[in-house]
């Protein structure tokens, strides 16, 4: 697939080393092959694992990342929808996908030893379904209307449910859009989703959290984590009577507290001063679990990671 994309390159492709991901299409027929992002033979490569070696991980590790597994109980997805299938290719598709996204992992032993880590975590095995309504932006459906269809767009837009204040960002190469470059590093101008913003989010909640139980039983604490603490302003909040509204609340307002931190995770809060790498890797539980998927002896050796250089910021 990757030599017919690319006519300078040549007809055959040299297999990946043991342990090493590949670049995008190359290989294309081989199974279980970590790959980099984008495909393209000809676009720039990228520190960036493919959607589905992404989505396998998170039927390991779940959605909330390292970070968030510091107050959060592993996050994991139940269902994938896919659209633009046809009904006779949708037999063919439900099992790549289901050997993508969790089949590659549920062989050997790897399932019994995540099973036997401390916690909830264990492997997923979310539903494979689709559908026939189409997505009103897609190229089909686009060129179907008559709407010509440029190439792809530096653009993307990033929406917040349940938020009546700041609903949703317009980020061009990862910056907000309108902002000056001389600007870009400001609290209020950065992305809500970039890392730095996370990371003072996960600082302010674990703040928050240690004040909050600092001056309460340790027997109200299952009473805390189903309470919302300081919610924020710009949330309406729709959901029944009893239950927690979750959202991502802007840089400006107080944390919304959502667990109660457990006592077997106190060691592993960060200290001032932390880097966004060392307080990742202090979180032991997380991180002796991604060392399992993907260290020397793990299904996704060769996984590759930005790393320290890159993540070296406070």
């Excluded at 095995?125 to 009103?136: A, E, G, R, V, Y």
């Excluded at 060129?143 to 700041?166: K, M, P, Q, R, T």
Aim: proline fraction near 7%.
């Amino acid at each position: 697939m990757a030599a017919l994309k690319d006519s300078s390159r040549p007809a055959t492709v040299e297999a990946p080393d043991v342990g090493s991901a590949t670049r995008g299409r190359d290989n294309y027929s081989l199974y279980g092959v970590l790959r980099t992002k984008p495909g393209r033979a000809d676009s720039p490569p990228t520190l960036c694992m493919s959607c589905s070696d992404k989505i396998a991980a998170w039927n390991v590790l779940g959605i909330q990342g390292a970070l968030g597994s510091s107050f959060l109980e592993p996050l994991y997805l139940n269902e994938v929808v896919i659209g633009e299938v046809p009904e006779q290719m949708r037999g063919v598709v439900k099992e790549d996908c289901e050997r993508a996204l969790w089949g590659r992992l549920d062989v050997g032993d790897f399932g019994s030893r995540v099973e036997s880590l401390p916690g909830k975590y264990a492997l997923q095995k979310p539903l494979i379904s689709f559908t026939s309504f189409p997505f009103i932006h897609s190229r089909a459906t686009m060129v179907e209307a008559g709407v010509i269809v440029s190439g792809s767009c530096n653009d993307s837009l990033c929406w917040f449910a349940d938020a009546s204040g700041l609903a949703f960002e317009v980020l061009i190469n990862g910056y907000r859009r309108g902002v000056s470059p001389k600007h870009r590093i400001r609290d209020k101008s950065l992305p809500l989703l970039c890392k730095l913003s996370m990371f003072k989010l996960f600082i302010r909640v674990q703040s928050a959290i240690a004040s909050r139980v600092a001056r309460t039983p340790v027997d109200n604490c299952e009473r805390i984590a189903s309470t919302a603490v300081y919610p924020p302003k710009d949330v309406v909040d729709t959901s029944p009577p009893n239950q927690t509204v979750f959202a991502i609340p802007s840089l400006s307002m107080p944390p919304l507290v959502v667990a109660c931190p457990k006592t077997s995770r106190d060691s592993e809060s960060t200290t001032s001063g932390s880097t966004y790498f060392e307080t990742k890797q202090s979180i032991l539980e997380y991180q002796n679990l991604k060392n399992l998927l993907t260290g020397a002896n793990g299904p996704f050796v060769g996984w590759v990671k930005s790393g320290e250089k890159w993540e070296t910021f406070l």
